[in-house]
């Protein structure tokens, strides 16, 4: 999927987690956490050979890509 730059929108990045442990993350350029949500459920819903089990009973969680990428980095 190719995304085009728009000014109002940023990068965030959707997980989906199963007891507290992460199973699938999606990354998407949207307007706020709600939009990011949308364009994720849209895609899976349009790729159904992209989806994955349990995904409707899984808890999800919206997070600005780039707070959620630093905190994952690994500090020297």
Same mark, same amino acid.
């Given at each position: 999927m190719? *995304? @085009? #730059? &728009? =000014? %109002?929108?940023?990068? #965030?990045?959707?997980v989906w987690e199963l007891e507290g442990e992460p199973r699938c993350r999606f990354s998407t350029h949207a307007e706020d956490e709600a939009d990011a949500?949308?364009? $994720?459920?849209? +895609? +899976? $819903? @349009?790729? =159904? @050979? *992209? %989806? +994955? =089990? !349990? &995904? @409707? !009973?899984m808890t999800v969680s919206v997070h600005d890509a780039e707070t959620f990428f630093l905190e994952r980095t690994p500090k020297s």
């Open positions: 190719i *995304h @085009e #730059y &728009r =000014p %109002d929108r940023k990068m #965030y990045v959707v949500i949308s364009i $994720a459920q849209s +895609f +899976f $819903a @349009e790729n =159904p @050979e *992209h %989806d +994955f =089990p !349990g &995904r @409707e !009973g």
